[in-house]
């Protein structure tokens, strides 16, 4: 009797520490700050540029429809916390997102690492998360570039 006692909350903990680590290591694209608060009335600026190729930027200004399409992307992403304070990464495409608040607030500030990690300036620690959407560059291009419309017109 004993032992299935202690069985049973030796597997109780097991899964209490189990679920701790992954409420702390998992985070969901509302659970960074203010992303809730992006607007209309807000104004988003994603640069582009090659790794260690800033001068060579692109700067894009996101128009209404672009901030709700970027908007819902970071709120259906999925991100896992990387607990070293440096990652290593393959891909050399580098995007930084602004997104000012007309309300006077601080702005969000993101540095994403091509599909593989983003960084949220002043939250978590400073620590990358890794992306787990497997689209994500791809969505944000699509969002930043939209494509052409038949004939040539924009």
């Not at 189990?18 to 807000?42: K, M, N, Q, T, W």
């Not at 988003?44 to 996101?62: A, I, N």
């Not at 702005?107 to 978590?124: A, D, K, R, W």
């Amino acid at each position: 009797m004993r032992r299935t006692i202690t069985r049973w909350g030796g597997l109780a903990a097991a899964a209490l520490c189990a679920i701790l680590l992954y409420r702390f290591s998992h985070v969901a694209g509302r659970e960074i700050g203010s992303v809730l608060d992006i607007s209309d009335a807000c104004t988003v600026t994603v640069s582009k540029y090659e790794l260690g190729e800033w001068e060579k930027r692109t700067d894009y200004v996101l128009n209404t429809a672009q901030i709700q399409q970027f908007k819902a992307l970071l709120l259906e992403s999925s991100f896992t916390r990387e607990l070293a304070s440096t990652v290593w990464f393959h891909d050399r495409s580098q995007y930084d997102i602004r997104i000012e608040f007309g309300n006077g607030a601080d702005p969000l500030l993101i540095h994403c690492i091509g599909n593989e990690y983003i960084q949220v300036t002043n939250q978590f620690g400073g620590k990358h998360l890794a992306i787990h959407n497997r689209g994500w560059q791809s969505t944000l291009e699509g969002i930043i570039v939209p494509p052409a419309a038949p004939g040539g017109l924009p």
